[in-house]
Structures are given as structure tokens and as C-alpha cells.
């Protein structure tokens, strides 16, 4: 059984040992997202579970302040390798368009989609080998991790824009999604729900991949770091 990716292997094949896959850009901004959106958590439990109180003179300290830079800072880290990773789809190979363009017009697809779904649910023998994301990984790739993170990047410059005031770049740019989903409160109920979506996907994405690195005998960590794809008898 042949993959929809012209560059897969076949499960039981033995010729294809190792490809490039992820360029450098699409590997830097794999990391620098992923840093970025642990001081983001990190940073956004602080802000809306503060501590009851700080010893001293509040003229003292300005611990919640360094919070929030560091906030507003990561934020606009991952807004700007956002749009430099929208933009590395136009120009790098094929592997850096699987995150924007899922075919769910090819059956076949979606037949190596149900094969993924019994192979992680361990009702399926042998993996199916892929240079690039399987279609499951690039399902959820796409349509959770990039949907949600921009509905971040939206909702968060949105809650920025109240503090920078009418007239700043942020109230301009996305002051019409608080109206849009109701008020300043719903915008930051829904901000904090996308959280919860980041860390539950970070959580099933990890177990995925090492399970994935031990099991399908293809390398997967350490494809982010070397670019290549490795293929093991």
C-alpha cells in the first residue's frame, strides 16, 4: 500500500533509508513556537491566577510587570514566526505546504487516515512510513495547533489592544473581535479555553511522536533537530 505522498515509503519496502524533510526555517520556527508558548502558559496562568499578595511595598516590586512583558513578548515572538511559517509554505519544498493543505479530497487519505487511527489505537500491526506528517499528525497539525494558535494570536492582540488604548496598532487590527464574540470577558473566557487546547495538543503530540520514534522504527524527535527523516529496518 503506497502512501498519498509520493515520497512515502511502503511499510514493508527497505530501499528508502533516510530523506530531507524539515528545511531550517521550518525547524526554527518548530522550536521557537514551541519556547514561546511555554512562557506563554507559563505567563498566562500567572495573569489570571495572580498570587493573593506580595510582601513590601508595592512600589517595590514589579514582579506582575515583568509578567507581563514577558507575556506581551512571547506573544508577539509567536505572531511574528507565524506569519514567517505562513510565509515558508509559498517558498519550501513540499514538506513545509503540509501544514496549510490537507487533501481531504483524496480518498486515499482518508484511507491511510483510518489505518493511523487503529495504528494509535494499537488495532493495526505494521505502520504505514511517511516522509512528512502521516494524515492523522497532519490533521491535527493544521486544523488544531495553526487554528487555534492564530485564534490566539487574534484573541490575545485583541485583550492587548484594550491596554494600548483606541488608535494603537492592536485595537485597530483586532479590536473587532471582541464585538464579535461578545464582550471583554467572553474574549478572555475563550483566550483561556485556547490554552487548555495548546497543552492538551502539546501533551497528545509528545506521547505521539516518541511512541511513534519507538514503535514505527522512523525517526521523529530527532527529525526536528537534523531535518532528516531516517528509516529503520
Same mark, same amino acid.
Given at each position: 500500500?503506497?502512501?498519498?505522498? $509520493?515520497?512515502?515509503?511502503?511499510?514493508? &519496502?527497505?530501499?528508502?533509508?533516510?530523506?530531507?524533510?524539515?528545511?531550517?526555517?521550518? +525547524?526554527?520556527?518548530?522550536?521557537? /513556537? =514551541?519556547?514561546?508558548?511555554?512562557?506563554?502558559?507559563?505567563?498566562?496562568?500567572?495573569?489570571? *491566577?495572580?498570587?493573593?499578595?506580595?510582601?513590601?511595598?508595592?512600589?517595590?516590586? #514589579?514582579?506582575?510587570?515583568?509578567? +507581563?512583558?514577558?507575556? #506581551?513578548?512571547?506573544?508577539?515572538?509567536?505572531?511574528?514566526?507565524?506569519?514567517?511559517?505562513?510565509?515558508?509554505?509559498?517558498?519550501?519544498?513540499?514538506?513545509?505546504?503540509?501544514?496549510?493543505?490537507?487533501?481531504?479530497?483524496?480518498?486515499? *487519505?482518508?484511507?491511510?487516515?483510518?489505518?493511523?487511527? +487503529?495504528?494509535?489505537?494499537?488495532?493495526?500491526? %505494521?505502520?504505514?512510513? *511517511?516522509? @512528512?506528517?502521516?494524515?492523522?499528525?497532519?490533521?491535527?497539525?493544521?486544523?488544531?495547533?495553526?487554528?487555534?494558535?492564530?485564534?490566539?494570536?487574534?484573541?490575545?492582540?485583541?485583550?492587548? @489592544? $484594550?491596554?494600548?488604548?483606541?488608535?494603537?496598532?492592536? $485595537?485597530?487590527?483586532?479590536?473587532?473581535?471582541?464585538?464579535?464574540?461578545?464582550?471583554? /470577558? &467572553?474574549?478572555?473566557?475563550?483566550?483561556?479555553?485556547?490554552?487548555?487546547?495548546?497543552?492538551? #495538543?502539546?501533551?497528545?503530540?509528545?506521547?505521539? =511522536?516518541?511512541? $511513534?520514534?519507538?514503535?514505527? +522504527?522512523?525517526?521523529?524527535?530527532?527529525?526536528?533537530?537534523?531535518?532528516?527523516?531516517?528509516? %529503520?529496518?
Amino acid at each position: 500500500m503506497l502512501q498519498y505522498n $509520493e515520497l512515502s515509503a511502503d511499510p514493508n &519496502a527497505q530501499t528508502l533509508k533516510s530523506i530531507y524533510v524539515y528545511e531550517a526555517p521550518v +525547524r526554527l520556527w518548530y522550536w521557537v /513556537q =514551541a519556547l514561546a508558548m511555554v512562557v506563554l502558559v507559563a505567563t498566562g496562568f500567572l495573569i489570571a *491566577y495572580p498570587p493573593p499578595s506580595i510582601g513590601g511595598e508595592a512600589s517595590d516590586s #514589579f514582579l506582575f510587570g515583568y509578567v +507581563r512583558f514577558a507575556h #506581551f513578548a512571547a506573544g508577539y515572538v509567536l505572531a511574528i514566526v507565524t506569519v514567517l511559517r505562513v510565509y515558508w509554505a509559498f517558498v519550501g519544498n513540499d514538506y513545509a505546504k503540509q501544514l496549510f493543505v490537507v487533501p481531504l479530497w483524496n480518498r486515499q *487519505y482518508w484511507r491511510e487516515m483510518w489505518h493511523e487511527i +487503529r495504528w494509535y489505537s494499537f488495532a493495526a500491526d %505494521k505502520p504505514l512510513k *511517511y516522509g @512528512g506528517h502521516n494524515p492523522l499528525a497532519q490533521f491535527f497539525m493544521c486544523f488544531v495547533l495553526m487554528v487555534t494558535t492564530l485564534f490566539m494570536i487574534a484573541t490575545g492582540f485583541a485583550l492587548y @489592544g $484594550e491596554g494600548t488604548g483606541e488608535g494603537s496598532w492592536a $485595537e485597530v487590527a483586532f479590536g473587532w473581535v471582541i464585538p464579535l464574540l461578545g464582550d471583554s /470577558q &467572553a474574549v478572555h473566557t475563550w483566550h483561556h479555553l485556547g490554552t487548555w487546547i495548546v497543552i492538551t #495538543f502539546t501533551m497528545i503530540h509528545l506521547y505521539a =511522536a516518541i511512541r $511513534e520514534d519507538i514503535t514505527s +522504527r522512523q525517526s521523529i524527535m530527532s527529525t526536528m533537530v537534523s531535518g532528516y527523516r531516517t528509516f %529503520k529496518d
